[in-house]
């Protein structure tokens, strides 16, 4: 065990640290899912950062990466938060998809899909979810039917976060017949082939951030299914992993957030509630907490170790501790816990709607019940 | 950076393991019950054979001269089986202090021997009868008495293999051996009763996980429905992030400044909280029968009650956090960053 930082990965902080300082864009950009010119001013930001080459550190050289391991991936992110960067429009790509192409991918998807990924040129989208298949997304009834060289994909597919502006989806599709976990498959379909229909559903803070997707015949090629037809569970389960256990929600987010909150607390703390100090000093021990939890499982998986069920701890931890520390924030207000970021009294950092974000947390990437379910049946070796 | 454990850090913890598993389970306490005795020489003697009292004393005073990572680990073995004896606060508290002022005391030379610890800290001494000595403090200095030459008053615990008591003294009566570190004892003592607490947490979950898929009720393993499992489950999830915080604080202890101190307070807090959420879930999940005294969740429960407020309070260790918070950089880029103004 050692807690310091090499040399080297100390010069990488100060080369990331330095770049940002350069490069951060000094006023906010709008938020991604609130317009389509804030949509396209991130993807313009994520042209930037591939200018450095910051598109994603991890991924090899070949398709657009530094070959970086995942502390300095930690690193790059503890110094992006703390610039204040843009929010990544493209975490569905880079993060989820991205790690699974690199496992599962053949040398050709690699090579056609993770650049344009890295780069923000291609803008993905997970298309998963089923009006009828949420939690159980074993039930997802959406098909592919394989037509020579090509799949034609049928379906119905909602709660598609940034579908309405991305470029492309992947999803999870049944060759009819199958029943349950077997005959799924990942395939990758542009939005805006013939026969996809993308509607727009608004969040509950108005923004357009996700959508229901309609496929009617749509034609693609074979080449965009990763890994075997069939093979499709094991694929999204991988994917999944990468969601709960490491790559969607890195910790440096809510310790930029828990020190906003400390300065939240020295400032209005004299107005509030005394035995408020107690969560203000809960939330940086709970940032702190997934953060070491986080370093510790990138050192196991640097030194060779899988992911696996635990990942759902995360899951819960994350989701839970952003709840608690907007909460506490809402609470240090009080009756300006109400007030949108456009009111004059406005604080400057806008609390209300990182909560309401906050709050979709135990729902998102595995409601926290079927979280629970994981880590009872598969850590703890409960029955099902 | 490499926050992993190599095998030389797992290996003394899995030689507690195997001791502790043969030699301390259920029946072995409930025979030390009802004779009303805290130590086992048996067992005791088992315990200074494999070295493990040795393993945090320094090598100057005949130890082994490993770090708080190593005792942690075993700490945590002690903690999963509510190890009786002694072992965490005499060879990891308070022999290292002893040691660091007279290393070549004869205590130190005799393997049997236990050190109880007067920390100002606490109210009550534990297992002071049993002892060897006992380390007290007065105006800084450290003194070291026998249990003869103070006066004791018992002071029972709940838990029947904490023996705790008032102790009177005279520094007139004992052996004054200078100033001695009482910080890092406060220090290494929250850190190790956070380490045993990983234990508690793991063995109240294991007990609950084992009974909920024997357990029948309409038809089925209790283990089968939500609510017992989403019980665990929850509990299992604060362990895992109680984990590496135990883990950073024991790497980071011998720094002694205000963020190793936060760090160390953290720890003991949210592994404390976890062992606390563990027995609770495992008695409920356990029925009637985890509120008998027949059912050993008990024992864990009664541990992570002492443990949570002895060395610390909750509240005295949460002020420490907050002293981290308001007098030093706070952010993304500090999780490992240390201080440097030290305070
Ligand atoms: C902000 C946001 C973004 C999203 N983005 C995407 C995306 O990009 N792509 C995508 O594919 N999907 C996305 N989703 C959908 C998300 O994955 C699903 O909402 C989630 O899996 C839950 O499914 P459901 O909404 O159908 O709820 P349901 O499955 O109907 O569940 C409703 C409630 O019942 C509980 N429940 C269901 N089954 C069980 C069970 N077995 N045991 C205990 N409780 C149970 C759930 O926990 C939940 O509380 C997004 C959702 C949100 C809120």
């Given amino acids: 065990m050692d807690l310091t930082y090499t040399p080297q990965q100390q010069a990488f902080r100060a080369e990331v640290r330095a770049w940002l300082a350069a490069n951060v864009p000094?006023?906010?950009?709008?938020?991604?899912?609130?317009?389509?010119?804030?949509?396209?001013?991130?993807?313009?930001?994520?042209?930037?950062?591939?200018?450095?080459d910051?598109?994603?550190?991890t991924w090899p050289t070949e398709y657009g990466g530094r070959g970086l391991d995942l502390i300095q991936w930690l690193i790059f992110e503890e110094e992006y938060y703390r610039a204040g960067a843009p929010g990544r429009v493209n975490q569905n790509g880079i993060f989820l998809l991205g790690p699974t192409l690199i496992e599962f991918g053949t040398h050709e998807q690699k090579q056609r899909f993770l650049p344009k990924m890295a780069s923000g040129e291609e803008i993905w989208a997970?298309?998963?979810?089923e009006p009828q298949a949420g939690s159980d997304l074993a039930g997802v009834r959406a098909t592919c039917v394989q037509d020579g060289d090509d799949y034609v994909l049928n379906g119905h597919k909602i709660w598609s976060s940034r579908a309405v502006f991305a470029d492309w989806a992947f999803g999870l599709f049944r060759t009819p017949g199958t029943e349950r976990h077997k005959g799924l498959s990942l395939i990758f379909f542009p939005l805006d082939a013939p026969g996809v229909t993308v509607n727009a559903i608004k969040k509950i803070n108005g923004h357009i951030g996700f959508a229901e997707i309609f496929l009617e015949d749509v034609r693609v090629p074979a080449f965009n299914r990763l890994g075997d037809e069939g093979q499709g569970w094991h694929i999204c389960m991988a994917t999944a992993g990468f969601e709960r256990g490491l790559m969607l929600r890195s910790p440096a987010r809510y310790q930029v957030a828990a020190a906003k909150l400390a300065d939240l607390w020295t400032a209005h703390g004299n107005s509030a509630d005394p035995a408020l100090e107690a969560d203000v000093v809960r939330a940086h021990m709970n940032a702190d907490a997934y953060a070491l939890n986080i370093y510790q499982t990138a050192s196991r998986l640097i030194a060779g170790a899988k992911i696996g069920p635990e990942a759902s701890t995360n899951k819960i931890f994350w989701s839970e501790m952003d709840i608690h520390l907007t909460q506490t924030a809402l609470a240090i207000l009080g009756p300006l816990a109400e007030l949108t970021h456009d009111a004059p009294d406005a604080a400057p950092v806008d609390w209300i709607?990182?909560?309401?974000?906050?709050?979709?947390?135990?729902?998102?990437?595995?409601?926290n019940e079927i979280q629970r379910n994981i880590i009872a049946e598969r850590m703890l070796g409960l029955p099902r | 950076?490499?926050?992993?454990?190599?095998?030389?850090?797992?290996?003394?913890?899995?030689?507690?393991?195997?001791l502790f598993a043969d030699s301390c389970t259920p029946d072995h306490w409930r025979k030390m019950m009802e004779a009303g005795v805290a130590r086992d020489d048996a067992r005791w003697a088992g315990i200074v054979e494999t070295g493990l009292t040795l393993v945090l004393l320094p090598e100057a005073a005949g130890g082994i001269g490993l770090a708080e990572t190593d005792f942690a680990l075993i700490a945590q073995e002690a903690g999963y089986v509510a190890l009786p004896e002694p072992?965490?606060?005499?060879?990891?508290?308070?022999?290292?202090?002893?040691?660091?002022?007279?290393p070549d005391h004869a205590i130190l030379t005799d393997p049997t021997a236990t050190i109880a610890i007067a920390h100002p800290a606490n109210p009550f001494v534990a297992n002071a009868d049993s002892a060897a000595a006992i380390l007290l403090e007065k105006d800084g200095e450290t003194f070291l008495a026998t249990p003869d030459q103070v006066t004791l008053t018992a002071q029972p615990s709940i838990d029947p293999f904490r023996r705790l008591f008032s102790v009177a003294w005279d520094a007139a009566d004992a052996t004054a051996l200078g100033k001695g570190d009482w910080d890092l004892a406060l220090d290494r003592a929250a850190l190790f009763s956070a380490a045993q607490a990983l234990g508690l947490a793991q063995r109240a979950v294991d007990l609950a996980v084992d009974?909920?898929?024997?357990?029948?009720?309409?038809?089925?393993?209790?283990?089968?429905?939500?609510?017992?499992k989403h019980h665990l489950a929850s509990a299992q999830t604060a362990i895992e992030f109680a984990k590496p915080v135990v883990a950073a604080a024991a790497a980071e202890i011998g720094a002694q400044d205000v963020q190793s101190r936060a760090r160390v307070s953290h720890a003991k807090i949210v592994a404390l909280e976890a062992a606390d959420k563990a027995a609770r879930a495992s008695i409920q999940v356990h029925g009637a029968m985890g509120y008998s005294w027949e059912v050993d969740v008990h024992l864990f429960l009664k541990r992570t009650v002492a443990l949570t407020q002895t060395w610390g309070t909750p509240a005295f260790h949460r002020a420490r956090i907050a002293a981290r918070m308001f007098d030093q950089p706070m952010g993304p880029d500090q999780t490992f960053a240390r201080e440097t103004k030290n305070g």
Avoid: C
């Fill in chain 1, 26 to 52: 000094a006023a906010p950009l709008e938020h991604f899912d609130a317009t389509r010119e804030g949509f396209e001013a991130h993807r313009q930001w994520e042209k930037t950062l591939k200018s450095g």
């Fill in chain 1, 353 to 367: 709607d990182d909560y309401i974000f906050a709050l979709a947390g135990p729902i998102y990437a595995g409601s």
């Fill in chain 1, 54 to 57: 910051w598109g994603m550190v």
């Fill in chain 2, 87 to 102: 072992l965490v606060e005499s060879a990891g508290v308070a022999a290292p202090l002893l040691a660091a002022l007279a």
């Fill in chain 1, 126 to 129: 997970q298309a998963w979810s």
């Fill in chain 2, 1 to 18: 950076m490499d926050f992993t454990l190599n095998d030389e850090q797992l290996m003394f913890a899995e030689t507690a393991r195997t």
């Fill in chain 2, 211 to 228: 009974y909920a898929k024997e357990r029948q009720q309409f038809g089925k393993p209790i283990g089968s429905y939500q609510a017992v």
